[in-house]
């Protein structure tokens, strides 16, 4: 079965740094484009970013533009999300997700992509 692996989740106060990596062991995903998306308690499951296969293109929510950046390393297969200036709001389990293969365009939507991580949590204490 297909697995996606999210890490570098943690505990970290406002204002902190965590860069987020999902790799996938035993598949390519590099010509998929790639999404990371959150999920707090007692909310649905969010886009944060997301990125096309090359890299060429990005797409961030609101509430993250200017503080989060998304990258991918197809040599790695990995997807990155750097996370800086956290807010307590940030606060969510992060789950990476990958699109079918040369579809184009980034969606936000959840029923877009095909392939699912377990999930990191973050906590950002104020």
């Known amino acids: 079965q297909v697995r996606l692996v999210e890490s570098g989740g943690g505990l970290v106060q406002a204002g902190g740094s965590l860069r987020l990596s999902c790799a996938a062991p035993?598949?390519?995903?590099?010509?998929?484009?790639m999404g990371w998306f959150r999920q707090a308690p007692g909310k649905e499951r969010e886009f944060v970013a997301g990125i096309t296969w090359s890299g060429e293109s990005t797409d961030y929510a609101d509430s993250v533009k200017g503080r989060f950046t998304i990258s991918r390393d197809n040599a790695k297969n990995t997807v990155y999300l750097q996370m800086n200036s956290l807010k307590p709001d940030d606060t969510a389990v992060y789950y990476c997700?990958?699109?079918?293969?040369?579809?184009?365009?980034?969606?936000?939507?959840?029923?877009?992509?095909?392939?699912w991580g377990q999930g990191t949590q973050v906590t950002v204490s104020s």
């Open positions: 997700a990958a699109g079918a293969a040369f579809k184009t365009g980034i969606s936000t939507m959840t029923s877009e992509y095909e392939y």
């Open positions: 035993g598949r390519t995903f590099r010509w998929s484009t």
